[in-house]
């Protein structure tokens, strides 16, 4: 790996950790849009598993003192049954269309948050959180992003901001560790893979530490607008295949 390469992946690395300090999820979305242009799919894959272990972790631990098990049991038991039925469907269901329409949905769905600053809160109970936790899994499994329907769900029920990710990074790393059992039987871990691992996690630490500090800065209002604006590029993300095959050339 020559310096530039070395170079494009650190500053992608220390982009996913900040982000991932600063609202709890999206890393792979930020990784994955730097690293593509130097490694593989199947690498930046593994990596973006391998360091949410470590991101989601070291966020469990800092917000501990929030955790509330009973509260997160719902959606890890709801996203068991969801991921692999997510994974099951990709082989019967257009991926493609799965993603236009879920783009769609979460572009609206923040682009109306954004506009409309309040709202009333959503009741809540287990047989929703299940269900919640099961589309996760669902949607995760079908498109590779963990997280974002808790994460919604989260907002909608109206909790703070350490409430809510109490809740969804323990999801994001129930379905995480799915991911990175299934990636290790596949063989997906290799020697380059590991390299290029621990070249990352420094640089990984330390964007980490400096998006808990301005997390540390924001209130829950400022929190709701990270969280909708991440959702908006999600749905942007998603949706730019089709985009770029309607825009002419």
Avoid: E
């Avoid at 955790?67 to 099951?88: E, H, K, N, S, Y």
């Avoid at 109970?125 to 963990?146: E, F, M, Q």
């Avoid at 063989?187 to 998006?211: E, H, N, R, S």
Wanted: with cysteine; net charge positive; glycine share 14%.
């Amino acid at each position: 790996m020559d310096g530039m390469v070395l170079a494009v992946f650190l500053f992608g690395t220390f982009l996913g950790g900040l982000t991932s300090g600063l609202a709890g999820f999206a890393m792979g979305l930020v990784v994955s849009g730097i690293w593509l242009h130097v490694l593989t799919p199947l690498q930046t894959a593994t990596l973006i598993v391998g360091f949410g272990l470590v991101t989601q972790g070291y966020a469990i631990w800092k917000l501990r003192g929030a955790l509330d098990w009973w509260a997160v049991a719902p959606f890890i038991l709801g996203g068991a049954f969801g991921v692999p039925v997510g994974t099951m469907l990709l082989t019967v269901v257009d991926p493609a269309t799965v993603r236009n329409v879920v783009g769609g949905l979460l572009i609206a769905y923040s682009a109306y948050g954004l506009a409309r600053p309040r709202f009333k809160p959503i009741a809540t109970n287990v047989p929703r959180d299940l269900a919640v936790g099961g589309l996760n899994g669902l949607l995760g499994g079908v498109t590779g992003l963990t997280g974002i329907i808790a994460t919604i769900w989260c907002q909608l029920i109206g909790l703070p901001k350490d409430k809510q990710r109490a809740i969804f990074q323990p999801v994001n790393l129930a379905t995480i560790v799915m991911s990175a059992v299934a990636l290790s039987i596949a063989g997906a871990v290799t020697p380059q893979v590991g390299k290029l691992y621990f070249l990352g996690l420094p640089t990984l630490l330390a964007g980490l530490w400096c998006g808990f500090r301005l997390y540390g800065k924001l209130d829950d209002a400022g929190f709701r607008k990270v969280i909708l604006l991440l959702l908006l590029v999600a749905g942007i993300a998603l949706l730019a295949p089709l985009l770029m095959r309607l825009i002419p050339y």
